[in-house]
Structures are given as C-alpha cells and as structure tokens.
C-alpha cells in the first residue's frame, strides 16, 4: 500500500508539472511570429561628460569676503610688496581709472566704505568688459574648468579682463607676482551670486 501511496504521490507532482509546462509552452506558441522577427532598432545616446556637482548660488557678501580673505586677510590697511592695498589689493592705476583719483592712498587705507564702493565699481566695470565672454562660457567647462560669472569676475580682479579674455580664448594663463593664476581663481570663486 505505501508503494502505490508513493507512486500517486509522484505521478501527482509530474503531472502537475508537465501541465505547467503545457501552459508556457502554448503561450510561447501563442505568440506572433512577426513580434519575435522584428528589427530591433539600436538607439545611441550622448553621453556628456561629467561636469563638477555645482552647490546653490551663495551670495555676494559671502564673495567679497571670500576674495578679500584671499587678497589680505579681510585686512582693509595693508600693503604689499608690489603696493597694492587694502581688503581687495588695489592698486593706485585702477582705483584712478575708476574715479577715486581724489582719494589718497592714506585715506583709502582708512575707508573700509571706499575700499567697499571701489570693489563694487571694479566689478561692475569688469562685468561690461566680459558681458560677452560671460554670456558665451557661463555654465561650460573651459580650459579644464567649470566657468561662472562670479569665478571671470574674480579673476579679472586678479589680472584684468583682457588677460581673462586670453585665457578663455587660448588657455594663456596669467600669472600675478606671487604666481597666483587666471584659472586658479575662477574655480576658487566659481558660483556666487554677484548683486550689484
């Protein structure tokens, strides 16, 4: 008796089985022959390449101060070597060429409102000398690195826009007395919002 018990037992279980096959076997029959003899069409996508997580903007006073902690310490009375001076390293030439030719040198020292209105107009006087550079680079990577307004602003403050224009042109890099580079500063102050 447990024999035949054993037996059915089987029989069930591949009995059951073969009908699951029966029934995958008919679906795949069921199936149109034109679905499994089309052509499968190769679709080929772009791949950019990576570019650097950007944060939000931060803002214009975090900016200023991050360029004058470069510049000098956020130090509004000091004077290099080379006689650039204050928070922002002025030097006599640009201060005069943006109308502060009657401020001296002693009271630009003692004015951290000037050196303050002096950086504002820098940047403003920069920002037309790049208005075409910026709206043709912002948010591309040039010569290696990513391009902001804030990072060409930043670096015209260190070597001029002409000298940014080179760089974005031909990857000339312009480097000030103590070796500090173009492309330096426009990755070191990329991404800030700059309100004028």
Same mark, same amino acid.
């Given at each position: 008796?447990?024999?035949?018990?054993?037996?059915?037992?089987?029989?069930?279980?591949?009995?059951?089985?073969?009908?699951?096959?029966?029934?995958?076997?008919?679906?795949?029959?069921?199936?149109?022959?034109?679905?499994?003899?089309?052509?499968?069409?190769?679709v080929?996508?772009?791949?950019?390449?990576? &570019?650097?997580?950007?944060?939000? *903007? %931060?803002?214009?006073?975090?900016?200023? #101060?991050?360029?004058?902690?470069? /510049? !000098?310490?956020?130090?509004?009375?000091?004077?290099?070597?080379?006689?650039?001076?204050g928070?922002?390293?002025?030097?006599?030439?640009?201060?005069?060429?943006?109308?502060?030719?009657?401020?001296?040198?002693?009271?630009?020292?003692?004015?951290?409102?000037?050196?303050?209105?002096?950086?504002?107009?820098?940047?403003?006087h920069?920002?037309? &000398?790049?208005?075409?550079?910026? *709206? %043709?680079?912002?948010?591309?990577?040039? #010569?290696?690195?990513?391009?902001? /307004? !804030?990072?060409?602003?930043?670096?015209?403050?260190?070597?001029?826009?002409?000298?940014?224009?080179?760089?974005?042109?031909?990857?000339?890099?312009?480097?000030?007395?103590?070796?500090?580079?173009?492309?330096?500063?426009?990755?070191?102050?990329?991404?800030?919002?700059?309100?004028?």
């Amino acid at each position: 008796m447990r024999n035949f018990v054993r037996i059915g037992l089987i029989a069930t279980v591949f009995f059951i089985c073969s009908a699951f096959t029966t029934i995958g076997r008919s679906v795949i029959a069921a199936v149109p022959l034109n679905i499994v003899t089309q052509k499968v069409i190769k679709v080929e996508t772009k791949i950019k390449p990576d &570019l650097p997580v950007i944060t939000p *903007a %931060k803002s214009t006073k975090l900016f200023l #101060n991050a360029i004058g902690r470069r /510049e !000098s310490s956020n130090r509004y009375w000091v004077v290099n070597s080379y006689g650039y001076m204050g928070k922002y390293q002025f030097g006599r030439k640009t201060l005069d060429k943006l109308g502060f030719k009657h401020i001296t040198n002693k009271e630009f020292l003692n004015s951290p409102q000037i050196q303050e209105q002096a950086m504002r107009a820098l940047l403003k006087h920069n920002r037309k &000398l790049l208005k075409k550079q910026i *709206a %043709k680079y912002k948010n591309s990577v040039r #010569n290696g690195v990513y391009i902001t /307004e !804030s990072g060409l602003l930043a670096a015209a403050h260190l070597g001029g826009a002409g000298n940014v224009k080179k760089w974005l042109r031909n990857g000339k890099d312009f480097k000030d007395g103590y070796g500090t580079s173009i492309k330096e500063y426009v990755t070191l102050f990329g991404n800030y919002q700059i309100v004028l």
